[in-house]
């Protein structure tokens, strides 16, 4: 590693890749391992949305470069989805960007608003990627604590006065990766306010906006009154609609921010291939019927896992949005010893909590985007520990 930056080789070792590591050694000894620590869906891409891409692979005016910010369409398929879930009016030509994965857009953005040694508010426990992309942007990590006992609402009275003096943007993300945690408009309204008094901006990752159980849906922070004016939103297909390898996402709201975000991106990449962006925009104008048959299976598959769970002595409480369970482990662990020990003798991966934070100790997470039948196996294996 003599010729990375100083920024590259100082970012801390991903936790994920020691457990892969560990795979590996357990499946050349033969072991068969289950692995809940996946985090994108086993479900495939609905066909309609194939069908499309397969239409418009064959046309010979997708295969130039698109522009920019995205294809007039998928700019547009964002907005209507906005305006007919959540009676949001964005205008597409400045208030919508494609993203090529909402990961890539999320990097980028950081790069594009901060100085060197800017603060960011980042939830904790939280997906791990906003820590990396803040570091390799010179900004610096300021904890935004998240707490089961509260839900998992950002404790915004946590958050020290120097911290929110130096912040320059806060980051959100619900449904919550990894604690399964949802907020309703009022957590969403407290963080614009908050970012107005305090003079820094939101970005919220709205990842499993879509990945909701029975009633509940998932709030926009662009349906709080004022919030373009400090608040962006990161969507992506990838979760709601299997398309994770497709990579194609994008970026709402305030028009000054996707300006910078933009200049940062067309220097680095010209978008995403045209008809990735024409297939995204008819799952975005779709009836979202494959989306609810997907919800139905999770749930299905949470209702095997959780009473395993209790089984073991781990209380997890059913999420009402992701695919994760994200629970307590017994006392006296710690969650790397637990994941081990899962792994040991079960072979069966789980995330220790503490890959999302220092207050994901005590914690695991376990997804849900395993085949049906690998879940029920994993459940059996669980079941005989201890
Ligand atoms: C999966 C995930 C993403 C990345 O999504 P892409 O659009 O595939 O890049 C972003 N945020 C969270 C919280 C995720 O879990």
């Known amino acids: 590693m003599h010729y990375g930056s100083r920024q590259v080789n100082s970012l801390p070792p991903y936790l994920f ?6 795979k590996k050694k357990l499946q050349e000894q033969g072991i068969d391992v289950i692995d809940l620590g996946i985090g994108a869906p086993d479900l495939p891409t609905p066909p309609f949305i194939i069908d499309r891409l397969v239409e418009e692979a064959g046309k010979p005016a997708n295969h130039k470069y698109s522009p920019y910010s995205g294809c007039l369409e998928y700019k547009q398929a964002v907005a209507h989805f906005y305006k007919k879930h959540y009676s949001v009016t964005l205008d597409p030509e400045t208030e919508v960007h494609a993203l090529i994965g909402s990961k890539e857009g999320i990097a980028h953005f950081l790069s594009a608003i901060l100085d060197p040694g800017d603060g960011v508010l980042v939830p904790d426990p939280g997906y791990p990627v906003y820590q990396s992309a803040i570091h390799l942007a010179y900004g610096k990590v300021l904890p935004l604590p998240l707490h089961e006992k509260k839900g998992y609402v950002p404790q915004f009275e946590k958050v020290k006065a120097a911290d929110w003096e130096q912040a320059k943007l806060m ?72 398309m ?38 008819a799952a975005l104008y779709s009836d979202f019927s494959s989306i609810k048959a997907n919800n139905e299976i999770y749930q299905e598959r949470m209702k095997e896992m959780i009473p395993a769970l209790k089984q073991m002595g781990i209380e997890a409480a059913e999420p009402r949005g992701t695919f994760f369970i994200w629970a307590k482990i ?57």
């Not at 890749?17 to 560990?22: A, D, G, I, L």
């Not at 159980?213 to 662009?222: E, G, H, T, W």
């Not at 503490?354 to 997470?365: C, D, L, M, P, V």
Request: proline share 3%; with cysteine.
């Open 17 to 22: 890749s020691v457990f892969q590591q560990k």
């Open 171 to 242: 980051l959100l993300n619900y449904p919550s990766n990894p604690t399964g945690g949802t907020v309703e408009r009022n957590t969403f309204a407290e963080a614009v306010s908050l970012a107005k008094k305090h003079n820094l901006c939101v970005a919220h990752d709205a990842a499993y906006d879509l990945v909701t159980f029975k009633d509940y849906k998932a709030p926009s922070v662009l349906q709080v009154a004022g919030a373009k004016e400090v608040a962006v939103e990161f969507g992506s297909l990838s979760k709601s609609f299997n």
């Open 330 to 386: 017994p006392h006296g662990e710690t969650s790397r010893t637990f994941s081990e020990k899962v792994l040991e003798k079960a072979g069966v991966i789980v995330t220790p909590g503490t890959a999302f934070g220092s207050r994901g100790e005590g914690y695991i997470r376990i997804s849900l985007s395993v085949p049906t039948e690998r879940l029920r196996e994993a459940v059996q294996r669980l079941k005989k520990i201890e």
């Open 244 to 281: 994770t390898g497709w990579r194609i996402g994008y970026v709402v709201g305030n028009r000054d921010l996707i300006r910078a975000l933009s200049i940062v991106k067309s220097n680095m990449d010209t978008s995403q291939f045209l008809a990735i962006q024409k297939a995204g925009a």
